[in-house]
């Protein structure tokens, strides 16, 4: 059965600081890795999908990394900001629907 | 146009009562699913339904009822609604079982049991 832990749990930088996200799932027979975020209050919104043939992938100031043979992925955000404040989940898919871990809630300090 | 609608966004309701859920899609995707995010702020799969059929049920009580009259509609129904059952409730679609493209998210369904 699939578990994903996300460290840490919370996080808090003061804004302009390069921070990295932990995510680590114990079954490595997974079809993807998907990051999003989650505001207080507020739904899902995808950030980043990662395919099991991928190593990375980048959007913006957001880059997520997969190694699926140590069973962890990464999240790293550049100069953070304080609309980066949010809840950060970290969930994969196999042979189950997507899993989720229990998130790492980010706050971002102007 | 939103990808995955879920009405309504609050529930209010007393225990014991019957309440539905209705979520849509119009991403064209086989796959859709409810999640139950409870108190802690943990997303759990209730149900999958791929292309009409329930593929998962997670242990979840018969009291939840979910139906899929076509592929793009998964409704949940909620019957003898109890104090635990107060939760926020999402719907999401992917491509096909393996969501290998990634799942899409509905806005989420505040329930409140009273």
């Known amino acids: 059965k699939q578990e994903v832990t996300q460290i840490p749990a919370a996080l808090s930088v003061p804004e302009g600081e390069n921070l990295v996200l932990n995510c680590s799932f114990t079954?490595?027979?997974?079809?993807?890795l998907q990051w999003f975020r989650q505001d207080p209050g507020k739904g899902l919104t995808s950030l980043l999908l990662?395919?099991?043939?991928?190593r990375e992938q980048t959007s913006g100031r957001l880059n997520a990394s997969l190694d699926k043979s140590s069973g962890r992925s990464t999240l790293y955000i550049a100069a953070s900001q304080p609309g980066d404040s949010a809840t950060y989940l970290c969930?994969?898919?196999?042979?189950?629907?997507?899993?989720f871990g229990k998130g790492t809630r980010l706050s971002v300090i102007a | 146009d939103t990808a995955v609608s879920q009405t309504p966004k609050y529930l209010v309701t007393q225990m014991g009562n019957d309440k539905s859920i209705k979520c849509e899609q119009n991403?064209?995707?086989?796959?859709m699913y409810w999640y139950k995010q409870d108190s802690k702020k943990f997303l759990k799969i209730m149900f999958s339904?791929?292309?009409?059929?329930?593929?998962i049920n997670e242990t979840v009580p018969n009291r939840f009822s979910p139906k899929s009259p076509d592929k793009a509609h998964l409704n949940l129904h909620i019957n003898s609604l109890e104090l635990g059952d107060s939760a926020v409730y999402f719907c999401?679609?992917?491509?096909?079982?393996?969501?290998?493209?990634?799942?899409?998210f509905g806005s989420g369904t505040r329930l409140t049991v009273v």
């Open positions: 999401a679609s992917s491509q096909d079982l393996t969501g290998g493209r990634g799942y899409t």
């Open positions: 079954d490595s027979a997974i079809y993807n």
């Open positions: 990662i395919q099991s043939s991928q």
């Open positions: 969930a994969l898919s196999g042979n189950t629907p997507l899993v």
């Open positions: 991403l064209g995707h086989d796959t």
């Open positions: 339904y791929n292309n009409k059929e329930l593929i």
